[in-house]
């Protein structure tokens, strides 16, 4: 009996290590930034550490919109949408996020959607424009909403580069049509592929009546360039106030 135990003891002692060794080595999955368990030196589940995603707290503040969201209509069935938008967060920036704009008719029910994808550095806030959208149905109200954000470490995404703007005026282009010129400098020491130019046109109230952008492509560190922003004619807008930003990622 002694020597049936002794046996039985050592087969399953045998049996277990060719069961560990195959699991180890054919079964166990390998140890990645997507399975859920705390692993390879991470700083918390799939996050930190060997992982890009990194760890944010649970506190962290959403990206959210800052006062109402204002349409402009350019042309009939055409509007154009404009959101302030802010990053409450000191620690973390946006490398990237998707954010929709949704109308919604007098029952309440959403009719459309237009969808977008931005960047916001820590404690930034900004403009964000659909220009000239397609809109088929009367609209009631809209609201904005910011999704999936990329979260970075303020630390690594830096501060708003510095562009400096000169020689603005904003007059009319054509009898419809206005527009707001100028150069552009980029301060800063990095070289930027993209460049957006928003500019929101307002009332002698300061009030926004409209909005638009434009684009610069392969913006060179200290470099200078023309810009220029046009928008229909709109009733009531002062030429003096017009506001003026630009916004860069990082590389």
């Not at 050592?10 to 060794?21: L, W």
């Not at 368990?37 to 930190?48: H, L, P, R, T």
């Not at 800052?66 to 973390?92: E, K, W, Y």
């Not at 990095?190 to 046109?201: C, L, Q, R, Y």
Request: charged share 15%; aromatic share 12%; glycine share 8%.
């Amino acid at each position: 009996m002694a020597k049936q135990i002794i046996y039985g003891a050592i087969y399953c002692g045998v049996f277990f290590v060719i069961v560990a060794v195959i699991y180890f080595l054919y079964v166990k999955p390998t140890p990645s930034c997507f399975d859920n368990i705390q692993n390879q030196g991470e700083e918390g589940v799939d996050c930190g550490g060997p992982c890009a995603k990194i760890c944010t707290p649970t506190n962290i503040q959403p990206i959210s919109a800052v006062g109402n969201i204002m349409t402009f209509t350019t042309n009939p069935h055409r509007v154009t949408f404009l959101a302030r938008v802010v990053d409450a967060n000191s620690d973390f920036a946006a490398r990237s996020f998707d954010y929709r704009f949704d109308l919604y008719d007098a029952s309440g029910s959403v009719i459309q959607s237009f969808s977008g994808q931005s960047f916001i550095y820590a404690n930034e806030v900004k403009y964000l424009v659909l220009p000239n959208e397609d809109v088929t149905s009367s609209v009631s109200s809209v609201t904005f909403a910011a999704m999936d954000p990329e979260w970075a470490k303020s630390s690594d995404l830096g501060v708003p580069p510095q562009f400096v703007f000169q020689n603005v005026g904003t007059g009319m282009v054509s009898s419809g049509t206005i527009g707001v010129s100028g150069t552009i400098t980029n301060e800063d020491a990095s070289a930027f592929d993209n460049v957006t130019v928003t500019a929101v046109f307002k009332d002698g109230a300061g009030t926004p009546v409209g909005a638009s952008q434009t684009e610069l492509d392969n913006v060179a560190a200290n470099g200078t360039y023309n810009f220029s922003v046009i928008y229909p004619a709109t009733q009531n807008i002062d030429l003096t106030a017009t506001e003026i930003e630009a916004y860069a990622l990082r590389p």
